[in-house]
């Protein structure tokens, strides 16, 4: 039996990125968090300049930089930029940054191109196939219906959006609940003209977190998917 791979999407403040990771490190899986690699490219874009509307010029910078993104552990972010004008080539750790306000208010800017997606699709792909792990969970917007559609385990993880709010003002203290209210449906508006995320598609098991707490959604992830490991064993 090769590498099981276990899909998982869903809305900010779901619960999705602590979940997931949790649920992986459990399982002895990988984890891959595609938003981390949108939101690193971002990062790049607001650092070099560039119109982060001109999906040319942000293709460019998935050229010309090198995105590094570790499955395991402190899942460590880090772009690594090429030698330049006499400078030596640079490897700058964005793990923290990313988190930033400033790279969430505008990540949706760089995502919805629809060329950059299929880069990064084609990047994920490649990171899950290399990965000589037993299992990776691989978390996003669009990896049940797009990236990973074929994976044994698809899983939309939903939660009302004033739990999710609620969730992401205790992560972010300093910002008001109304802000990251406010902050939260703007960014998911945005989001969802590029793909559908609230909805399950066929196939997909919906988990609502609403009434759950975080022991009780890693719970309902790892069962689903030691589900399916027995399933294929
Ligand atoms: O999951 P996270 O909130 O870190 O994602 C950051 C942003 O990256 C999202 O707001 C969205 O614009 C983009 N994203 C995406 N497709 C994915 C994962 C993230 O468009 N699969």
Redesign the pocket.
């Known amino acids: 039996t090769g590498s099981l791979l276990a899909a998982i ?4 403040g779901s619960g ?2 602590s979940v997931a990771r949790t649920a992986a490190e459990r399982l002895g899986f990988g984890i891959l ?7 690193a490219l ?1 990062w790049a874009a607001l650092r070099t300049g560039i119109d982060l509307d001109d999906a040319a010029a942000v293709e460019n910078l998935l050229d010309l930089w090198h995105y590094d993104i570790t499955l395991q552990g402190t899942q460590r972010v880090a772009v690594r930029v090429p030698a330049f004008d006499g400078l030596p080539s640079d490897e700058i750790d964005v793990t923290a940054e ?2 930033d306000h400033s790279v ?1 208010g505008q ?2 800017r ?3 191109h629809p060329a950059v ?1 299929e880069r ?2 084609a990047m ?1 792909r490649t990171i899950v196939a290399e990965s000589g792990l037993p299992g990776v969970v691989i ?5 049940t219906t ?2 990973a559609p074929d994976a044994p385990v698809r899983i939309l993880l939903t939660a009302r959006p004033e739990v999710r709010a609620q969730r992401r003002a205790a992560e972010l203290p300093g910002l008001s609940p109304e802000q990251v209210l406010q902050d939260l449906i703007a ?2 508006a ?2 969802a003209l ?2 559908d ?1 609230l909805n399950p598609a066929p196939g997909v098991t919906l988990v609502d977190t609403s009434e759950l707490d975080f022991e009780q959604s890693v719970a309902a992830v790892t069962d689903i998917i030691r589900g399916a490991q027995a399933h294929q064993a």
Do not use: C, H, Q
Request: charged fraction near 35%; avoid cysteine.
């Open positions: 999407d869903g809305p900010a999705k990125s968090d595609t938003g981390a690699a949108y939101r971002a990313i988190r969430s990540v949706s760089v995502s919805k997606r990064l699709n994920f978390e996003g917007r669009d990896i797009v990236v960014r998911d945005k989001d590029v793909v995320f």
